[in-house]
């Protein structure tokens, strides 16, 4: 079941936002609530069925992107160290020099 949200006449999101389109927010809030309890019941049967199934997860293709993005990182970090270095000296700079 899906619910399409349409536009309340006579309301705009900049007058929503400054609290002149309350019949908007409660039609959003409607929404967000209806997604995620639906969201639930989808979450809910996944894992049921998986359940029912004795489906435990891939845990070897788990593994595998484990190690392969261990082994890109280690490349990446062998090939550019210098300029990772300087990127991460560069940011710190910035984020400590702001509150300054």
Do not use: C, Y
């Not at 082994?71 to 270095?85: E, K, N, P, S």
């Amino acid at each position: 079941m899906t619910h399409a949200l349409s536009p309340v006449a006579g309301t705009s999101p900049a007058s929503a936002a400054a609290g002149h389109g309350p019949e908007l927010r409660d039609r959003g809030r409607r929404a967000v609530v209806r997604l995620h309890l639906g969201l639930q019941r989808s979450a809910a049967g996944l894992q049921r069925r998986a359940l029912a199934k004795g489906d435990r997860g891939d845990v070897p293709g788990w593994v595998l992107v484990t190690l392969m993005t261990a082994g890109l990182v280690l490349v990446l970090w062998g090939v550019a160290r210098d300029r990772l270095t300087q990127v991460f000296n560069d940011a710190i700079t910035n984020v400590v020099g702001a509150g300054h």
